[in-house]
């Protein structure tokens, strides 16, 4: 598999990303990863599941996360992460033109496709959301959140441990020590990352009924990060255009988890049928 490098410039911050593409390009994915990790973690396993299926990928690391610049766990604004997304899903299109365009996130990167399709008008194909940041299944100290909140307003880069325990990914040991070892893999959160991602993934939730973009949404019914609450409530408020499913035991990471090989076949079932 050939990667192709780029990089780009967006709200004056460095960003990396990549392209990969099959022999024959039935469509095109724009992947996004969760946040603390980065799009090289995606290289082994779910995107040759995308190029299987005839659709080449386009990946890109975030502001402050993998190869791309910016203080790690830090972002300029939420519109920012928008804006980002849009120039990838232009630069993909210029690409690989006239040809179904799909967007796939995971966690985070899951938050930010529903939030696109929610808030731009676009001629997307499809969507896949895993485990999408919709709300979290923990609750963080109120001390933090009192902080964080008054950070946001006077010192919104003020970066903290997001006290998201690593092995909550993955059932899988292995892939759990994968993780722990990764060096582009990070802990920090700011508040401008924190705080609008939180209150993006309950507008999602009440707005869900305005999505018109086929869109199939994944999560473990084991994931201690991300409510899978959150992922049902979203589908109950827009059954005609979303697809659910849950996979029983399944951990944060599905695609590292013990159940990839069922959640691979899910994904290129339904990838099928919208293509």
């Not at 992460?81 to 985070?108: D, T």
């Not at 930010?112 to 929610?118: D, S």
């Not at 949404?217 to 408020?237: M, R, V, Y």
Request: net charge neutral; with cysteine; charged share 20%.
């Amino acid at each position: 598999m050939e990667i192709h490098h780029f990089k780009t410039i967006s709200s004056g911050i460095p960003i990396y990303g990549g392209y990969v593409q099959p022999k024959t390009i039935r469509g095109l994915v724009v992947l996004v990863h969760g946040f603390g990790e980065h799009s090289g973690r995606y290289l082994k396993d779910v995107i040759p599941m995308f190029t299987d299926s005839g659709l080449a990928v386009l990946f890109y690391d975030n502001f402050g996360h993998g190869k791309s610049g910016g203080k790690r766990g830090h972002c300029p604004s939420y519109g920012a992460l928008m804006e980002l997304l849009a120039e990838m899903l232009e630069k993909s299109g210029a690409l690989f033109p006239k040809v179904p365009q799909f967007l796939y996130g995971h966690s985070m990167g899951g938050n930010l496709v529903l939030n696109y399709a929610l808030r731009n008008e676009s001629s997307l194909t499809g969507i896949i959301a895993s485990s999408p940041y919709l709300r979290l299944a923990f609750q963080p100290p109120k001390w933090k959140m009192v902080l964080g909140k008054a950070m946001l307003k006077i010192w919104p880069s003020l970066t903290m441990p997001s006290g998201l325990d690593p092995n909550g990914i993955s059932s899988i040991g292995k892939e759990v020590a994968l993780y722990k070892a990764d060096p582009m893999v990070h802990d920090k959160v700011s508040p401008m990352f924190s705080f609008p991602i939180i209150e993006a993934g309950e507008w999602a939730i009440a707005n869900a009924a305005n999505l018109r973009i086929p869109t199939l949404l994944i999560h473990g019914t084991a994931d201690p990060i991300i409510d899978f609450n959150g992922s049902a409530e979203f589908h109950k408020n827009n059954p005609d255009f979303t697809t659910l499913e849950l996979f029983k035991d399944g951990y944060h990471e599905l695609h590292h988890d013990r159940c990839r090989e069922e959640v691979f076949n899910v994904i290129q079932s339904w990838l099928r049928q919208q293509l």
